[in-house]
């Protein structure tokens, strides 16, 4: 049993920047992948930023160069900086943990409304 929490999410204005995490308990593995992922009202859910075991990151095209992803192994806390924001981030945002078996977890979201 995994359980995911995220937190840090809020109301803020254009150009601004937030980080928000997730924290993990349960059954957490080193070798669990961790992302982000984010849903904009009336849109499918989409996909943020991952990282993996080892550290390796990688992301979305429209959010690499603004948004970085990171983990801390020790407090099973992941980790999303987000800079510059935009109105069209404004999303509900979920961690993600998936597991080579297959095994996957979400949290319940957290909301980012960014005004213009």
């Known amino acids: 049993q995994v359980q995911l929490v995220e937190s840090g999410g809020g109301l803020l204005q254009a150009g601004g920047s937030l980080r928000l995490s997730c924290a993990a308990s349960g059954n957490i593995f080193r070798q669990d992948t961790m992302g982000w992922y984010r849903q904009a009202p009336g849109k499918q859910r989409e996909w943020v930023a991952t990282i993996n075991t080892s550290g390796s990151t990688s992301y979305a095209d429209s959010m690499k160069e603004r948004f970085t992803i990171s983990r801390d192994n020790a407090k099973n806390t992941l980790y999303l900086q987000m800079n510059n924001l935009k109105p069209e981030d404004t999303a509900v945002y979920y961690c993600?943990?998936?597991?080579?078996?297959?095994?996957?977890?979400w949290g319940q979201g957290t909301q980012v409304p960014v005004s213009s």
């Open positions: 993600n943990l998936r597991r080579p078996s297959g095994f996957t977890s």
